[in-house]
């Protein structure tokens, strides 16, 4: 079992940036897909980006393709999402999630989320 621990959200002014870290810990031989989800109030959860330990695979979803970095840091652990020139539809309780396999990671059926983390962009 890997257990995902997100940090980095807050509050921020628009046109502003954040860095959302989410470190794994575990069972870490199941954990090879990486990815972010949001939920906005009032809404379902979709899709922000993915990637894998190796950065074999990148798709960062094209309504902030050119904001949004996702990244990893392999001795740590640890993914992040890099979030530029924000907005305030971006806010939203921002989770990461973990699979063994992309596939099911990128359409929300991943084996392992995080607690979640709010990200608040005020104008």
Same mark, same amino acid.
């Given at each position: 079992?890997?257990?995902?621990?997100?940090?980095?959200?807050?509050?921020?002014?628009?046109?502003?940036? @954040?860095?959302?870290?989410?470190? =794994?810990?575990?069972? @870490? /031989?199941?954990?090879?897909? @990486?990815?972010?989800?949001?939920? =906005?109030?009032?809404?379902?959860?979709?899709?922000?980006?993915?990637?894998?330990?190796?950065?074999?695979?990148?798709?960062?979803?094209?309504?902030?393709?050119?904001?949004?970095?996702?990244?990893?840091?392999?001795?740590?652990?640890?993914?992040?999402?890099?979030? /530029? /020139?924000?907005?305030?539809?971006?806010?939203?309780?921002?989770?990461?999630?973990?699979?063994?396999?992309?596939?099911?990671?990128?359409?929300?059926?991943?084996?392992?989320?995080?607690?979640?983390?709010?990200?608040?962009?005020?104008?």
């Amino acid at each position: 079992q890997a257990r995902l621990a997100e940090s980095g959200g807050g509050l921020v002014q628009a046109g502003g940036s @954040l860095r959302l870290s989410c470190k =794994a810990s575990g069972r @870490l /031989n199941s954990v090879y897909a @990486l990815g972010w989800f949001r939920q =906005a109030q009032g809404k379902g959860r979709e899709f922000v980006a993915a990637t894998t330990w190796t950065g074999s695979n990148t798709v960062v979803t094209d309504p902030v393709k050119d904001r949004f970095t996702i990244s990893v840091e392999n001795d740590k652990n640890t993914w992040y999402l890099q979030m /530029n /020139n924000l907005k305030p539809e971006d806010t939203a309780i921002y989770y990461c999630s973990a699979d063994i396999d992309f596939n099911p990671l990128i359409t929300g059926r991943g084996s392992y989320w995080g607690q979640g983390t709010q990200v608040t962009v005020h104008s």
